[in-house]
């Protein structure tokens, strides 16, 4: 059974720094796409980043460009969000998603369906 499991949420001040790992289990196909969202309390899951496994490309958000990088561990199977000067409104539930969408590449959620259960992240200011 596939799965993904993340660690490495915590408190942090504002410009402080975290990774996210997400460690992914139980493939029995190789997925396309892994990467990171999160979703803040009272809004959306929104896409964070992701990578393409066969195209070797990243995605990210507007708001986290030059902040926030994604990078993958193949030996490993973990992909990782090292996240920088964080801000308040990082603050969310950050959840690791897996694709067999091998024809799409980008953080729209919909094209995403593997979960895992998430981690909290909260940026106090």
């Known amino acids: 059974q596939a799965r993904l499991v993340e660690s490495g949420g915590g408190l942090v001040q504002s410009g402080g720094s975290l990774r996210l790992s997400c460690v992914a289990s139980?493939?029995?196909?190789?997925?396309?796409?892994i990467g990171w969202f999160r979703q803040a309390p009272g809004k959306e899951r929104e896409g964070v980043s992701t990578m393409h496994i066969g195209f070797g490309t990243t995605y990210y958000t507007d708001s986290v460009k030059g902040r926030f990088t994604i990078s993958r561990d193949n030996v490993k199977k973990t992909v990782y969000l090292q996240m920088n000067n964080l801000k308040s409104e990082d603050t969310a539930v950050y959840y690791c998603a897996a694709s067999d969408d091998w024809g799409y590449a980008g953080i729209d959620r919909a094209h995403y369906n593997y979960w895992g259960q998430g981690t909290q992240v909260t940026v106090s200011s």
């Open positions: 139980g493939f029995t196909s190789d997925y396309t796409s």
